[in-house]
């Protein structure tokens, strides 16, 4: 006679011991095995399978531990099982804390079927540990299976780092640098971005035609948009190299985002230019009924935050106080911005060789741009771009110019002395993200 086992319960099977989840029926178990992810869930039938109570043998007086084992035993398991039984199915499988206005989008995105938001928190609030741990709930809940990351390609680095050290994601870099040795491993027919359920993007490298139609077709079903601004124009926009650039970007979104049933978090410190047209844009990529709406009506404002949240750091410094509702204010979360903090500037000496390297360098960007300047305007925007990104980088690290003497300039494909001032200066000049 087959036994009856109800969620929760340890059973042993296959060789191994695991966990009953709800899922299961009475002819069909679903299992977990212990200590494994959601990647290892397995049903297993009764009826064709030995499935039989867990058993554990007894401890014996050589497994005795000291105090502190036992200590530190006792606090991950309250740990473990205080963040299991909450509402949220990923929080006791992440390395960080997050904070609670950090949770504020996290619950925005819970209440939707489909997650669209636009997060324009501050810079600092935090916009990419909110970010991951929406993705990280999805992915937990199963609403999602695969992730995407569009960003720059200086912070797509950073992103990998985050994603990996605070959530556990491993996501794949596709990078005009990686790509080829991705495509490699690939089998016949098979798309890059299905092989590699994680991925971090570049937006510059997969806006060109080549690769947008293979990335809108097999796109994930949740995508995360870093510095969104930069991917919507102003509808009086002018035909300049940016703006041209703006506009990839921008139909590449709009393909992304026409699937009803894709999740779509876009993230952005600057979501409003001045400019009320490529405001209205950006909202369009969220909901398409959100660029018309009527933002001077309570109606058109209330259903805009059902989407969109915008906080900047005074609003998050102290939160949640007595005027919102809490009883003690010792329970106030405070937040210390850098600005807050005590600093000091400390100077330091470079040794010999590496002054003797930036004199050198400084001697040649001087003359080089003297020189260009007799040879047209052109010329000496593309030269004064070029010498500033090797300067910034060699200040960097000698390391940091050998790799930017490597790379050809962008600026140097402009055609005249204004899209060179449109290439060069994102290179040598940091994002306000």
Known sequence: MSLTYTAGSLVAARGREWVVLPESAADMLVLRPLGGSEDDIAAVFPAFEEVRPAEFAAPSPSDVGDQRSAGLL?????????????????????????????LVPLLMALRQRTVRL??????????????????????????????????????????????????????????????????????????????HPYTIISTDFIKSTRHREDFVRHCPDLVIVDEAHSCVTADDAGQGAASGTNQLRHELLRKVSADADRHLLLLTATPHSGKESAFRNLLGLVRPELASLDLESPAGRARLAEHFVAR??????????????????????????????????????????????????????????????????????????????????????????????????????????????????????????
């Open 118 to 195: 636009l997060i324009s928190d501050d810079v600092g609030i935090g916009k990419t540990i909110e970010a991951g741990l929406i993705a990280k709930e999805l992915l937990a809940q199963g609403e999602a299976t695969r992730l995407t990351v569009l960003c720059s390609p200086s912070l797509a680095e950073q992103w990998q780092s985050e994603l990996r050290e605070k959530f556990g994601i491993e996501a794949e870099l596709v990078l005009a640098s990686t790509v080829s040795r991705l495509e490699r491993g690939l089998d016949l027919g098979q798309s890059l971005f299905d092989k």
């Open 74 to 102: 006792r606090t991950a398991l309250r740990i473990g099982f205080r963040s299991g039984a909450g509402p949220f199915r990923s929080l006791a499988s992440i390395a960080v804390e997050p904070r609670a206005y950090q």
């Open 312 to 433: 900047k750091r005074a609003d998050v410094r102290e939160y949640l106080t007595k005027e919102d509702g809490l009883a003690d204010d010792s329970l106030v979360q405070r937040t210390a911005f850098p600005s807050d903090r005590w600093t000091k500037d400390e100077p330091y000496k470079l040794n010999p060789e590496y002054r003797a390297l930036l004199d050198d360098a400084i001697a040649y960007a001087r003359d080089r741009v003297a020189a260009a300047g007799e040879q047209g305007r052109r010329e000496a925007r593309i030269a004064w771009w070029s010498v500033i990104a090797l300067l910034r980088s060699m200040v960097s690290s000698p390391a940091a110019a050998a790799q930017t003497l490597k790379t050809r300039s962008e600026s140097a494909t402009a055609r005249t002395a204004q899209e060179a001032d449109a290439l060069g200066s994102p290179v040598a000049a940091d994002s306000a993200d």
